[in-house]
């Protein structure tokens, strides 16, 4: 027969089954929230320390736009404050054949380093020392956050670097454009001279010869012009009046204006403008007086007298306007 069952009375102790034990009460809910805020002022202020790092670095390169000297070592220089333990860091940029320190530099056992790259070529590192043991204990005392901010510094100084060689590049080239155009006006300067003393020269020519032809040459044809008689008479009479439109801009200029005349209507203008009719350049020519006065039509059409109430002697002794 099964036992009666017992009731409890009021002065009995509760029975716990014998090997059961009462769980282990956790921290305090206060204490676990402090710890987690805690962690969380301590990542935020790291970050802090990176965000003013990366600032530093920003205002070190406008503070030194022509000196990459100073930049690098400013940088060096920030460089330590924005890892955990300050007071324990220790930097150095390597870049080409020249170091950069920070105050007191000692290596140690402790490194994190990132290269510097320029046009996909290592030319520098960036490296942050801890020389001795530091509160974090024998394991490394670097956060993985501080090695993507060496990687971020490294590629900063990389591209400041860039910036700065290609801008003291472009000032060196142009201070040679600048020397090249100083160079080019002082030639252009000195080519005006030339040709103004050119322009002197043939004025100096053309007044030499002219005065030859009247002093000399013009005396022998006169002569010659009344000693001779008929057809020889009126070649000596034009030679006289060629000599003389020699020394004249007659030619040149009619020659200048209208391109499309060509050598024997340029000389058939001259003779018309020295009074000479179509008979008289057909005999001294020997050409009919057909011939003259197609070269005639020629001549008003290229000189733009064509159906134009305009005399061609009138016109050419009028002169030729530039």
């Avoid at 520098?124 to 490394?140: L, W």
């Amino acid at each position: 027969m099964p036992k009666p069952s017992r009731t409890r009375g009021r002065g009995d102790s509760p029975d716990f089954g014998g090997a059961q034990s009462l769980p282990r009460a956790g921290p305090p809910p206060a204490r676990r929230a402090g710890k987690a805020l805690s962690e969380v002022e301590h990542a935020l202020r790291e970050r802090i320390k990176e965000l003013e790092c990366m600032y530093a670095i920003s205002t070190l390169r406008e503070l030194h736009p022509h000196s990459p000297e100073r930049f690098l070592q400013g940088v060096v220089d920030c460089l330590p404050r924005s890892w955990h333990f300050p007071e324990y860091a220790e930097a150095r940029i390597v870049y080409g054949e020249r170091r950069y320190l920070s105050a007191g530099f000692r290596e140690g056992p402790w490194r994190m380093a990132a290269e510097v790259v320029e046009d996909a070529r290592a030319l520098g590192r960036v490296e942050v020392f801890y020389p001795k043991q530091t509160p974090a204990g024998p394991r490394s005392p670097f956060l993985p956050e501080e090695q993507a901010l060496i990687r971020a510094v490294a590629e900063r100084v990389g591209a400041t670097m860039t910036q700065l060689r290609l801008e003291d590049e472009l000032r060196e080239a142009h201070g040679v454009l600048s020397s090249q155009h100083e160079a080019l006006r002082e030639s252009n300067s000195g080519l005006r001279a030339v040709l103004s003393r050119l322009e002197d020269d043939k004025r100096e020519i053309r007044a030499s010869i002219l005065s030859n032809i009247q002093k000399i040459i013009m005396p022998i044809v006169f002569e010659l012009e009344l000693s001779v008689g008929g057809r020889e008479r009126a070649q000596v009479t034009l030679l006289r009046q060629s000599l003389q439109e020699i020394a004249s801009p007659f030619l040149t200029q009619l020659a200048r204006r209208f391109i499309s005349l060509t050598p024997v209507e340029i000389s058939l203008c001259a003779m018309l403008r020295n009074g000479l009719s179509s008979k008289e350049i057909a005999r001294l020519r020997c050409i009919s007086t057909a011939t003259v006065r197609r070269h005639r039509e020629n001549i008003r059409r290229k000189l733009g007298l064509a159906n134009r109430k305009v005399n061609l002697v009138a016109f050419l002794q009028a002169g030729i306007d530039d």
